[in-house]
């Protein structure tokens, strides 16, 4: 079973910026596309971005253009760049596999907007 855990959450102003990071335990991490989805207060966890072992990358219209994420294979370590932040961003993140049955959820890394 792959272990995840997301690391580089934080405070940050609207229009700030973040970097989260997600190691995987295993080596099969690299075979898998993988995602990154979120969960505000009283919503269901939603899939933000994903990205294929190919490098494709797909983004819900909420974060295109603001957030990108990459993967190093290598490292078994996969990230989100956070830019233009709002407050509606404001979310536990979470990384998983982003299609088929997904791995445990790691803890997550909380990301607050707020001035």
């Known amino acids: 079973q792959v272990q995840l855990v997301e690391t580089g959450g934080g405070l940050v102003q609207p229009g700030g910026s973040l970097r989260l990071s997600c190691a995987a335990s295993?080596?099969?991490?690299?075979?898998?596309?993988m995602g990154w989805y979120r969960q505000a207060p009283g919503k269901e966890r939603e899939l933000v971005a994903s990205?294929?072992?190919?490098?494709?990358?797909i983004y819900a219209d909420a974060v295109k253009g603001r957030f990108t994420i990459s993967r190093d294979n290598a490292k078994n370590t996969l990230y989100l760049q956070l830019t233009s932040l709002k407050s509606e961003d404001t979310a536990v993140y979470y990384c998983?596999?982003?299609?088929?049955?997904?791995?445990?959820w790691g803890q997550g890394t909380q990301v607050t907007v707020s001035s």
């Open positions: 998983n596999r982003a299609r088929g049955p997904v791995w445990v």
């Open positions: 990205i294929t072992s190919g490098g494709s990358t």
């Open positions: 295993g080596s099969i991490f690299s075979i898998y596309g």
